[in-house]
């Protein structure tokens, strides 16, 4: 492991500790699903090849991705934190308080989407229906309502149709959902 804590001190030096920052809150960017660090962006900067990137990037990432690391306590981070030197430390703990709260939000809904289907956004129409072929003036509102989930493999649309009081059972229901 020495070897490894001389070359992370060798990238992150006390000149490039913005890189280090930096790309940081890349990692972040790329789990929360914006558009991650690039190598060419870090080789001009710092000096780096591919391979020292790469490992870097994908320790960055690993740790970034590992839900231990949002309790912001020492004891509860993963091996691979403490093995970096103590200036990395800091700058890691940095943005790990800066970001918490995004990172939350990214890692528990990946996780949700391996395992259940998720609602990940909606679209509504309200429509008055003037009559129907069994009855001339019926004039009732009725709203639909797009439902996307999606799960690890797919993304699908729910289409519902809902009348006023379908409606205020479906609100309702997702109240009592919302608050459990």
Known sequence: MEG??????????????????????????????RPG????KFANSVDWNREEYEETYKL???LLR????????DEKM???????????????LTCLKAR??????????????EKHE?????????????????????RESLLQLDLMVENKETKRILGLELNK????????VMETIVTQ
């Not at 001190?9 to 809150?25: C, G, P, R, Y």
């Not at 093995?83 to 800091?90: A, F, R, V």
């Open 100 to 113: 918490r709260e995004q990172l939350t939000n990214a890692l528990l809904k990946e996780y949700s989407k």
């Open 118 to 138: 998720t609602l990940t956004d909606f679209d509504w129409r309200l429509k008055l229906v003037m009559g129907s072929s069994k009855l001339a003036t019926l």
């Open 66 to 73: 590992n839900p231990a690391c949002l309790y912001l306590v």
């Open 60 to 62: 960055i990432s690993i």
């Open 37 to 40: 660090p690039s190598y060419h």
């Open 4 to 33: 490894a804590q001389s070359l992370y001190l060798n990238l992150f030096s006390e000149d490039k500790v913005h890189a280090l920052k930096e790309l940081l809150h890349a990692c972040v960017d790329e789990i929360c699903g």
């Open 165 to 172: 009081d379908e409606l205020e059972t479906f609100i309702n």
């Open 78 to 92: 993963p091996q691979e934190y403490h093995e970096l030197p103590e200036p990395i430390q800091q700058n890691i």
